[in-house]
């Protein structure tokens, strides 16, 4: 299973981004997805994550802005960046809990992609 992470780039403040994440290989189906970010000299920090059942949550910085969404069908998640700060500046890792088979699961990790917000 491999979790690719894709979308990243410059914008400047106010500017918007959106990131994918998708999933594949072979695998019996993907649980709660996550978005995380790790800006420079900080820990990462979970910045939202999305049941398979679509229900959404985020961390208080963001909400308002950024909005989390998945295509099942696809098995792509995404993060739609709003209202960009330079805050948000950090690398953008997506996460997985994805059922390898129908008994047992196992966390996966995308290779990040960088946002710069800048003017």
């Known amino acids: 299973v491999q979790l690719q992470a894709s979308g990243g780039g410059l914008a400047q403040p106010g500017g918007s981004l959106r990131l994918s994440c998708a999933a594949s290989?072979?695998?019996?189906?993907?649980?709660?997805m996550n978005w995380y970010r790790q800006a420079p000299g900080k820990q990462r920090e979970l910045v939202a994550h999305?049941?398979?059942?679509?229900?959404?949550n985020y961390i208080d910085s963001v909400k308002g802005r950024f909005t989390i969404s998945r295509d099942n069908a696809k098995n792509t998640m995404y993060l739609r960046m709003n209202s960009l700060k330079p805050e948000d500046t950090a690398v953008y890792y997506c996460n997985a809990w994805v059922l390898t088979t129908r008994w047992s699961g196992k966390d996966f990790w995308g290779q990040g992609t960088l946002v710069t917000v800048s003017s």
């Open positions: 290989g072979s695998f019996f189906s993907i649980g709660t």
């Open positions: 999305i049941t398979d059942g679509g229900s959404a």
